[in-house]
């Protein structure tokens, strides 16, 4: 998988993915980000990326062209399964779409910032908008971050027990059941005796059990949407 994330502010990514799962993914050849500074494909004087908005109004807009520049230069390269924009408007991040999106080869990911980009970007190149959630934040920047670590973890290699990204929450809409490692006893405070028995299949049936009623105590909502 390949994903080229377009930013203003891409040193705000560098460590992230300098780090973490996306670092072993990486380092596997599993995956490879590349980080392109939008300040780059600018042909203005000073670089610049933005303008004001036609109509008056708060805030600056990123300009149509440094954006198509680099969008054109990569279209060029390769062909891409999703161009991906970050933004509250978008539709909501849920696993079921990082499951999906984990199947793609190649990826680009628009960070906003600002009031926004260009609307003419969004019509011609972006194919899909992903919000994190119903909040404002400053950029796209996090939002990128946060799905792709969503995506990435979900390629087969890319965590060490392939098992484990399988049985995270929400990948069976239900929420994972509580864990427990040594020691057994802590502060007058035991692990279920069940998970020491060794009997598997009881095993099983518990964290069921559990994972079913952590959902229907905290996230109703996940038994009524399996999105
Ligand atoms: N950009 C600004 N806010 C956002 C959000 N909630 N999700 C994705 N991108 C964003």
Redesign the pocket.
């Known amino acids: 998988m390949r994903i080229d994330i377009i930013s203003v502010v891409p040193d705000l990514m560098q460590s992230f993915f300098a780090h973490s799962i996306c670092k072993r993914a990486a380092q596997a050849g599993l995956v490879e980000v590349h980080l392109h500074d939008l300040h780059d494909y600018s042909t203005k004087k000073h670089k610049q990326i933005d303008d004001y908005p036609f109509g008056g109004g708060a805030g600056m807009v990123i300009s149509v062209e440094p954006l198509s520049v680099c969008l054109d230069s990569l279209l060029e390269q390769r062909t891409y399964d999703e161009i991906i924009f970050?933004?509250?408007d978008?539709i909501v991040f849920k696993q079921g779409l990082a499951n999906q999106l984990s199947l793609c080869e190649n990826m680009i990911f628009i960070c906003?910032h600002y009031k926004g980009i260009d609307e003419r970007i969004r019509e011609k190149y972006v194919t899909k908008e992903?919000?994190?959630?119903?909040?404002?934040?400053?950029?796209?920047e996090l939002?990128a971050a946060v799905c792709a670590d969503a995506i990435i973890r979900l390629i087969p290699g890319a965590i060490g027990d392939e098992m484990s990204a399988l049985t995270d929450s929400f990948q069976d809409g239900l929420l994972a059941p509580p864990v427990y490692t040594r020691p057994a006893k802590w502060n007058g405070m035991e692990v279920p005796e069940i998970l020491r028995s060794g009997n598997d299949k009881k095993i099983e049936a518990w964290r069921h059990e559990q994972a079913v009623y952590r959902t229907q105590t905290r996230r109703p909502d996940l038994l009524e949407s399996n999105e």
Do not use: E, Q, R
Not at 130 to 140: K, M, P, Q
């Open positions: 970050f933004s509250p978008g906003g992903i919000s994190i959630g119903d909040y404002v934040l400053s950029g796209g939002a």
